[in-house]
């Protein structure tokens, strides 16, 4: 998990260790361990996260996840190429986004290396750039509206949910 995403203001987020503690709650998959590797990496930017835990850990087999909204806006990300050329890349649906996400920049650089949906299983073994598509049951709720409730329960003396 990142400390601070560089693209986004730090006002309105909540500290980080309560951003890590809420993303352990939901994080209910037992294959799904969500660490602050990040800030112990020292690293600020996804590609040089992503290229120090291959070199910590040659051994395994990592893919990088993201919404199909980030997929839409990652050309603006420092170094993003090198994200689809470091790992594969597994892309989840989200509502509204999806279709748009098809056309972005990335999405238009790398169409040559998208994979069908059906070898999803095997995206962990594939050879960088490999990229694809997950659909699934979409949630609409985002980071965003997710982070103004809990501050209108901290406002209105309800506390942090998870």
């Known amino acids: 998990m990142s400390p601070q995403n560089p693209l ?23 294959r ?14 996804t590609a040089d996260t992503l290229e120090k835990l291959t070199r910590r850990f040659p051994g395994h087999a990592f893919v990088w996840l993201m919404g199909a909204d980030n997929l839409l806006q990652i050309h603006k990300w420092r170094d993003w190429q090198r994200i689809f050329h470091l790992l594969p890349v597994a892309v989840l ?35 960088p750039p490999a990229w694809l598509l997950i659909h699934g049951p979409l949630n609409p709720a985002s980071a965003t509206a997710i982070r103004a409730a809990r501050r209108m329960g901290r406002r209105e003396g309800k506390g942090a949910s998870t």
Request: hydrophobic residues 45%; charged residues 30%.
């Open 32 to 45: 799904i361990k969500v660490t602050d590797i990040e800030a112990r990496l020292g690293t600020r930017y």
């Open 93 to 127: 649906a989200r509502p509204s986004y999806s279709l748009k996400a098809l056309s972005a920049p990335a999405a238009q650089r790398f169409l040559r290396a998208r994979w069908p949906e059906r070898l999803g299983r095997r995206l962990v073994q594939a050879e």
């Open 8 to 30: 986004k203001p730090e006002a309105g987020m909540a500290p980080f260790a309560e951003r890590l503690a809420s993303a352990r709650a939901v994080a209910r998959d037992p």
